[in-house]
């Protein structure tokens, strides 16, 4: 169960997945689709690579159709395209930056414009930069962070909720580190607990309108974040801490957003956090 140690690797921000040593495992290879999201039409933020990737090729695999914004990664986006595709579903790419507030409106309008509706939307976009001591957090880099953790979900989920009827349903990303902070990812960690809050919030003021609103926080997950924002000899041993002694890969995590997004499954379940630590227990 056990990783090795990783060669000590660095990449410039947001990193690609085509250099990472050893590739994250992201493409669900072995995942088996039982029709669970025929016929829905999801938009992931995040959706090149990562927990989106694994995701947009899950639900593809489901039979969804799938939009995959993202910033300027054009190559791993790219890449899951293809996989979206090879399952006979289409795959709309959204290159933009989420931190603006009229990129969140226009990857929603092109996803209900170009697949014809939205039914599942994953907000899963995330930046963080980590720091040495709270003084180092610069007042560009807060505003930043929140502007693409938090504040794209609460612009894409406004922008997509006219479109949103009965049975749809949001699924937010959040993180350990929301639930437990963390003293060198100051920023991320307050807006990962946001994130949480927001989830347990909407949950409540969604339920009238049948659309079911939850989250998946993961512990570590090896994904182009992580050589592109840590030290190499902070990447060399990331994750080994957890009781399974390795980081999570986007596949482990991609069933449990089909389990949430899947009316099947879930149909009871709104305003749950589901927290995938490794075999550590929640915080709290």
Known sequence: MADRLRPPQQQDPPGVTSKMDPPPRDSMEDYEGRDLLAGKRALITGGDSGIGRAVAIAFAKEGADVAIAYLNEHEDAKYTEERVRAEGRECLLLPGDLAEAAQCREIVDRTVGELGGLDILVNNVATQWPVDSPEDLTDEQWTHTFDVNIHSYFRVTG????????????????SVNGLRGNKSLIDYSATKGAVHAWTYAMAQALADRGVRINCVAPGPVWTPLIPS???PEKVEKFGLQVP?????????????????????????????????????????
């Open 159 to 174: 922008a997509a909720l006219p479109h949103l009827e009965k049975g749809s349903v949001i699924i937010n990303t959040g």
């Open 229 to 231: 924002t840590f030290p």
């Open 244 to 284: 399974f002694e390795r980081a999570a890969h986007p596949d482990d995590l991609a069933p449990s957003y089909v389990f949430l997004a899947s009316n099947r499954l879930s149909s009871y379940y709104s305003g749950e956090v589901i927290a995938a630590l490794g075999g550590e227990t929640t915080p709290g």
